[in-house]
């Protein structure tokens, strides 16, 4: 009936795919490219034709030939303000560059703010051949581009720990494990009440710093101390340290998701008479710069988020020259104990 | 005698370039591709052969036609370490991205060691048509990307202050006049002895933010206090704290050329027992986000970078849609008055 069943080993094209979903072949195209002036129902008609005659832009792109791209593409929904304060995405993308600087390959960013855009763009950047594989970061829970990716038949590797479902090759930081190490010291400098200062929930590296306190203070038989729901920037420490002071019972000790949220912390309780680490003890995670600048300095754990850039590219160069990668890499995390937990 | 000649108004091609500088067209080709394969000196000749015929491989592209590359160019020639350090990029990123998101542009990142991979790195991305502009950062004392980039008939809004010689639009932050303010309240306070970290003096903006430091104590009929050249890293920052505790006469107050070597420069002092603002006054630039949280909170001039990068990237796409756009358009900086000055 339809013409791909005339020869099975033919490659399907995208005149198959239009014919199949009764639209042109500029329908498809536009589907695969941004999708402007295509309805979402349409979109959705097309997108499954392709899938069910396993047609996809980049096979469609490598049928053409050509080069390859030289260039790594990021597709970015953080919003501007995280880009800026965050320290992981200007470490890992100096990791970026010094994998990409001697084989001369470009970095390609783009930023999007909502999921239909977002998948637009993966398809976009490998539907025009912009990019020769992706680097994925800022990993979410139930993460949709998993699928995506995998549909497009597409070069990934990961940032992060995917949990199940990932078929990409991942690069992790051994660091969340360290928090069970920082848990245990603060128990064993005899704090009963320890809080947590968490990161937003939708975040996977969020979820996981909260879950692995949690556990270790359950396997040592305590209750969790108090929870208050930061945002990883500096004013959201601040907000989240003024609560926990104000609650009740207040805890001697707090861990904070991240150092941005410990440091402003220090401030709101050095502001309130409260001595850091006589009265309460301060710790944070991802030993930024500052962290062991601040007076007194920061407990944390340290996460080479550039080494993970650099080995994440390397992977994904490795992949695009068809050599063998290793399903999971790790990079070691540290504990930094200092003055701020009485270390 | 050449083929150029029989018809003036005719578009120099590749193959005219070729033929004046005896090469192939391939070998024109990878001069402005990345240079593999070529000599400098033959590099050399075939450019001066374009430069004559005025042949660029935009102008090659545009005949060829073709719609826009949708990307935006930086080519980085800053150390990984700085990439990841320091406050100016990732803002300034967060403000090409709040730009670019609306229109679905990418920004395409390269990261360069030297200067022959730079200047081919500029020839490539206009050439191949991967970017339809460029956005200059960084820009050093006598800048050579400005002919560079002339010659090629690229698009540019250039980020910052870029003195004499450049034809391009530029967009700066009024932050550095800031500086004076900054140090007339030091000699208001009854400082004379003002001592300056600087930044490197091959990047303009460390030498505008010291001389704007010097000026002003001669204005006040000060001689200048020590000097200590710093890197403008954290390690730096506290290295020339250490030299200038050390030497004589001691300075009374210091102003830093960024907040990264105020906020180490503070340690270093607490750590010897000085009292800041009390016997020590410390003063930065950047006002970095945790400028406000540190103890005691650090006086600084607040830049914004992140509204830099967006309005710079706002006067490319309206250049590349061809508007009108203003030769030169400052952003505001503040000067802010926080403990470490007594404030």
Chains 1, 2 share one sequence.
């Not at 941004?34 to 469609?60: C, D, F, Q, V, Y």
């Not at 704090?191 to 969020?206: D, E, F, Y």
Request: include cysteine; aromatic fraction near 6%; hydrophobic fraction near 40%.
């Amino acid at each position: 009936m339809t013409e791909e069943l005339r020869d099975p080993r033919r490659r399907p094209t995208i005149s198959d795919v239009a014919s199949r979903a009764g639209v042109s072949k500029g329908a498809v195209s536009r589907t695969f490219n941004g999708g402007k002036g295509i309805s979402a129902g349409t979109m959705a008609r097309i997108r499954a034709a392709a899938a069910e005659l396993n047609w996809t832009p980049s096979s469609a792109a490598r049928a053409v030939g050509g080069g390859p791209a030289k260039a790594v593409g990021m597709v970015l929904r953080r919003p501007a303000e995280l880009l800026e304060l965050d320290p992981f995405f200007p470490a890992f993308l100096a990791g970026v560059e010094s994998a990409l600087t001697s084989v001369g390959y470009a970095a390609v960013l783009r930023f999007v703010s909502d999921t239909a855009t977002e998948r637009a763009c993966y398809e976009q950047l490998i539907g025009e051949r912009r990019v020769d594989g992706f680097l994925l970061t800022d990993l979410r829970h139930r993460d949709p581009r998993f699928e995506w990716l995998s549909r497009l038949e597409a070069r990934v590797v990961v940032a992060g720990s995917p949990g199940r479902g990932c078929t990409f090759p991942w690069v992790s930081t051994g660091g969340a494990d360290k928090i069970r190490d920082l848990t245990r010291h603060l128990i064993a400098q005899g704090h009963r009440t320890i809080a947590h200062v968490a990161g937003p929930p939708t975040l996977r590296h969020a979820r996981r710093r909260r879950q692995l306190w949690e556990e270790t203070l359950a396997e040592a038989g305590l209750e969790p101390g108090p929870v208050v729901t930061g945002d990883f920037t500096a004013e959201g420490g601040a907000r989240a340290t003024h609560e926990l002071l104000d609650g009740s019972p207040r805890p001697t000790a707090v861990f904070y998701a991240n150092d941005l949220m410990a440091i402003a912390g220090l401030s709101v309780i050095a502001e309130r008479g409260i001595r850091v680490p006589d009265d309460m003890a301060v710790a944070g995670f991802d030993d930024i710069v500052l962290s062991s600048y601040v007076t007194p300095a920061l407990t944390t754990v340290r996460c080479d988020y550039r080494r993970m850039g650099q080995i994440a590219t390397q992977t994904l160069l490795a992949q695009l020259r068809n050599e063998g990668v290793p399903q999971q890499i790790t990079i070691g995390g540290e504990l930094r104990l200092r003055r701020s937990t009485g270390a």
